[in-house]
């Protein structure tokens, strides 16, 4: 299966923000709207599978991920397609891709 | 009929009062002599400096100026300075006899004294420890001054402020706190996420009718004799438990499990159970991902004040404070123990 890859060092920023815009700068729901969602929607079309490296930045806030892959999942109101269809790359904090993997499994929660 | 001057009555009052006039007069000079001595060789803008000072009300802060150590004691000491400025009186922070200081009271005192919205327009003066090493942690965290951000190479304690989540601040801060640590520049993606949080969470909770209206501060210290470095973040807001209030979660937590102590509140924050107070069932990770970070070895000595519990979650200690702290305040310590990335 081929692949689409985002690096979010070197396509979005170095320094993510948190949630929203009002909140500071880089937020992860511009990340889901500018890069993520369109990628991703990308990758459906065509069958591949969206690596994401998460690596190179400073780190991550809760919230930025969370508005992220969460928003993503809440776009999809699924979690599997998501799972399914994204792949992560995180050498520099090995806990972050469990993580991500509860926000997107939580994100359409009651 | 004889004058009255020339009476024996009249001239031995007169002479009395002479005599006390002369002992007054004396008496006197020799103050202002010994006055003069005091100030000989003191520059006149020195003297005009302490003639100034003078006027303003002396507030002896507490001997250990630790937020963490002695939180009555500074929760006492800022009371005891918003009063005085409730009555409008200008006050000098008297820090000359303190014999401890950590850099959590300093951002404390910082918060207030640069708050225009607490002092009011009152003057606020202070003073600088007598003992040499605190007088220098004092003058460089522009406590009293600029606030530090100038000459930063010297510095072993950094100070920013801001409304917003600034990832740029948290990212410049972890460089330097890792060049110190560990010896060369490096990333810390626990140290970075507990800092976007906390901004986070003043931005959002800190006042929840108005967003992006509180202000955080934030300093940083250097302990060179330990080698390690400690992170003190704060904000003036409503803390965590008036925000959960409000949301109606303490109710619920109440009548369903009979839990009405902030001390218990907190517990089931940092376990995740808590529902955030934005009412939005996926928002609410702030807190609990900080505690994470503890867990997973991001930093050490994590402390959380707020209203009336301080919580040191690394020796799960809860406290009860007698007195109310009406804001957040987290801290935390990273050294070379902790995960850390090139």
Redesign the interface.
Known sequence: MDKLIIKIADDY???????EE?????PGEEFLEKILLPKFKQAIRENKKLIIDLDG????????L?AAF?GLA?EYMDAKIILNNLEFKSD??P??ED?ITG?IK??N?? | MKKLYSTSKFKKRNTKRAKDRLKQQLLSKEKAKAKRCVMNGVPVAEKRERRNISRFESLKAPHNFSFVENTVAILDYLETIKSHINRRKPILINLKEITNLTNDAIVLLLSVVKNPAITKGVQIKGNYPRDEKLCKIFQESGVFGANGQNDEPKNYILTRQNKKAEGGIANELIKRATKIVFGQEARCPGVYRALMESMANTCYHAKPQQIGHETWWLTVYHDKALNKVSFAFIDLGIGIFKSSKMSGFRDKLSSFFGITDNRDVLKEIIQGRKMSSTKIPYRGKGLPNIYKGLERNYYSNLKIISNDVKADLSEDKYEKLPKEFNGTFLYWELNNSNRWTS
């Open positions: 920023t170095t320094i993510p923000g948190v949630r009002i909140e500071g700068d880089f930045t400073a780190g991550y806030a809760t919230s930025f969370e969460g809440r520099d904090d806990f972050l993580d926000y939580e994100a929660d009651k």
